[in-house]
Each structure stands twice: as C-alpha cells, then as structure tokens.
C-alpha cells in the first residue's frame, strides 16, 4: 500500500504536519526530512526543478522519516509518466478544476487497463527491474492528491472527490484566496470561511483533505476546522524568516540588540 494513504489512515484525529520544499535542493530537502516533518512536498510547479534533481532530491528523503509528495508542473501524462518512473509514489496535481481532469490525473497515474501510463521495465520506480510484478501491483503503490484552488473548482468538490482513484483533496488557499479577489491575503474571513466549509463538506464524504499555513497559528486554525493533513510555510519560508530576524535584530543599535536578546545571552555557547 502507499506510504502515504497509509500515514493518512493511521494518523486518527492528528493532522499530519508537513513543508513544502521550494529550494529545490536535494541536502535542504533531506535537512527538511531530518527536522520532523511526516510529509514534504517536492514542489516541480514553482520551482526550477528538473526531472534528475528530483531523482536527487527523494534520493536524500529516503533516508529520512519524511515522506515525500511530488507536485508536478501540470496535469500532463507524458511529466507523470517520467516523474513515476523517477520513483516518486505519491503525487499531488495542481489546478484541477473537475472531475473529467481528475479523472485525467488518476488515468496518467495507472498502467493499463486503469490508466494510460507508459510501460518501461529498467526505471527507477520499478527498482531497475528488480521488483517482481511492477506492473501488475504499482497502481495500488500509487498516491493521487489533486489540488482545488478556485471558487469553480471548489464547487465540484463532491464530484472530484467521487472520481476513483482519488486518494484526497488538497485545497491551495494562495490561488483560492486570488481567485476570490483578496490576492494575498489567505486569511480573509471570506477565504477562510470558504476553507472550513471545505472541510467540511470532505469529512461528510470522508476523503481526506489537506491545506498548507504560513504561521503555526494559522496551521493550527485549519486543523481546528477539520482538515487532515497540513503544511507549514516552505523550506525558504522559514529560512527567510529566520534570516530576517537575524538580521533585524543585529542591525539595531548595540543595546537594543542586547536588550531584545534578553535571556538568549545566558544559553550555553551563547546561541
């Protein structure tokens, strides 16, 4: 069975906490793995990422208890193939607006006769060979995630998430917030009144459903409203943070410095 669902199943009323990977960076990634995180997306939509750093990058996670997702570019047949044959297991579609491009998604991601996935015996998702009956049990082994990110297709949420072989949801409050005309700002009541009633209506149907947050504040509002698994901020998110407030902070006057430090001073090392 996939990692994956597998996580999802057994996490109960704990929502799983993960990150997105935006540096595309295989020893970040694998940094990311070690820090505690169950799951991390391998970001290729916004991202330059190409096929053989992410070769690299699940490669660095494999050693880690974080398990990766694989954001694809786009809802394309020929990038899924190659990018399952990269060896990623889990798979989440960006932009999918109903349930014919979901079942699109799902089809790209199966051998025949459930899907249109090419076939090649010497790939690194069959273990160069080596895994006896590849083709016969990889569909099961494979994780579809697709993502609703406007108001049209969170409208179709019941028959997106009715296709088979959609594994969960996974709302994008960044494009929904866009799309609702409050660009930038996710958390405005009209957006995340939207969010909870989403959650909603995925545990009515019981399909998983997941969301990222900037703040743990945040993160924890969406795990108030019911959502099953939740990212916080990316790796250069909070690399920038915590950059910034280092760098803020020493760029103050030398006794505001000290004084804003406060108890940090006394820490062993004086880290």
């Known amino acids: ?13 704990d929502a799983p906490l993960g990150s ?22 391998l970001d290729m939509e916004h991202t330059p990422l190409d096929l053989m750093d992410l070769v690299h990058m699940l490669q ?24 399952l044959d990269a060896g990623a297991a889990t798979l989440l579609f960006p932009f ?20 249109v996935r090419g076939m090649a015996g010497m790939s690194r998702g069959s273990r160069f060979g080596t895994n006896p009956n590849h083709f016969k049990t990889a569909n099961q082994q494979v994780s579809v995630i697709v993502q609703l990110e406007t108001p049209a ?13 959609v594994d969960a949801l996974f709302l994008g409050p960044g494009d929904l917030s866009g799309a609702m005309g409050h660009v930038g700002n996710v958390t405005h009541p009209e957006v995340m009144d939207v969010m909870s009633r989403c959650a909603q209506r995925c545990r009515a149907i019981g399909k998983p459903v997941g969301t990222v947050g900037g703040t743990p504040e945040v993160v924890s509002q969406y795990r108030a409203m019911g959502y099953t698994f939740v990212a916080i901020a990316s790796d250069l998110g909070l690399l920038m943070r915590a950059a910034q407030a ?25 880290y």
């Open 1 to 13: 069975m996939n990692p994956f669902r597998q996580m999802l199943d057994s996490a109960g009323s």
């Open 153 to 165: 297709a969170v409208a179709q949420l019941e028959a997106i998430a009715a296709v088979e072989g």
């Open 60 to 83: 660095g996670v494999a050693s880690t208890p974080m398990l990766p997702v694989v954001r694809v570019p786009w809802n394309d047949t020929v990038t899924v193939k190659r990018v």
């Open 96 to 115: 999918v607006q109903n349930a014919d491009e979901a079942r699109r998604a799902v089809a790209a991601a199966r051998y025949p006769p459930q899907g």
């Open 20 to 41: 997105w990977i935006m540096s595309a960076s295989p020893i970040v990634a694998e940094a990311m793995g070690c820090a505690g995180f169950a799951w991390g997306v």
């Open 246 to 270: 280092a760098v803020k902070t020493l760029a103050a006057p030398q006794g505001q410095t000290l004084a804003r430090a406060g108890g940090d001073q006394t820490q062993p090392g004086g």
